[in-house]
């Protein structure tokens, strides 16, 4: 079984730049989450993505955007980037259904913004 | 509205003996619970849920949380503590009625003195 997956482990940029984040979600999971977290502080919820639909958004701007693909892995795009969206950018997958609750972390993309 | 509220930033504990870290939720339904830990530059692994099952629950490592509604407590503890449990640990709370999301508390430090 393939756990969840993370690219880049690292990454730095300026400004007003674009990125996008990718991870690969554990075998047999449908559902991906992407949780933002500042230094110190506790994961943030940014959004769920479930059959390529986001079903479900944290306190984030428009310029936070995910997309999911057919295979379930997902990326997360952030435009215009900020000071402040200095982080560890956290995927995490589950199986969407009445007993889904549990997520399986990746271990994490570390954005830096200069 | 679901919250989370760990009650100490640091714990510090002498090896061998028991771990105690404090966490009290808001939730308006029959929430899950959840202990995660995480490593310096390692994804959160789940170290225990609670999903309205037993009240006392028993994760990996030792460690154990008992669910107390009345007092809406997630307590999580060990009784004699290891090098290898010196880490970062969070009390999560999700909502089934809002996808489960996760709500993370802002975690607590655990140092293990040898």
């Known amino acids: 079984e393939t756990g969840v997956t993370q690219s880049p482990t690292h990454l730095i940029k300026t400004r007003g730049q674009q990125v996008t984040l990718r991870c690969s979600s554990q075998s047999g999971h449908n559902t991906v989450s992407w949780y933002q977290q500042a230094l110190g502080q506790g994961p943030q919820f940014i959004f769920q993505?479930?059959?390529?639909?986001?079903?479900g958004r944290g306190n984030f701007p428009p310029r936070f955007s995910g997309l999911q693909f057919p295979n379930y892995s997902s990326e997360l795009n952030v435009n215009a980037l900020e000071l402040d969206d200095s982080a560890l950018y956290l995927c995490a997958s589950s199986l969407w259904g009445p007993l889904w609750n549990e997520q399986f972390f990746g271990p994490g993309t570390r954005l830096t913004v200069l | 509205a679901q919250s989370v509220t760990q009650l100490d930033s640091h714990v510090s504990v002498s090896e061998g003996t028991p771990v105690l870290l404090r966490c009290n939720y808001s939730?308006?339904?029959?929430?899950?619970l959840f202990w995660y830990v995480q490593h310096p530059n390692k994804g959160l692994q789940l170290l225990l849920k609670?999903?309205?099952?037993?009240?006392l629950v028993k994760g990996i490592n030792g460690f154990e949380a008992e669910f107390k509604k009345s007092e809406t407590s997630f307590h999580l503890t060990k009784p004699s503590a290891h090098m290898s449990d010196a880490a970062e640990y969070f009390c999560v709370v999700s909502d089934p009625r809002a996808g489960n999301q996760f709500y993370f508390g802002t975690g607590t430090s655990l140092t293990v003195i040898p």
């Open positions: 609670y999903t309205s099952a037993a009240t």
């Open positions: 939730s308006s339904y029959s929430p899950s």
């Open positions: 993505y479930y059959r390529e639909e986001e079903n």
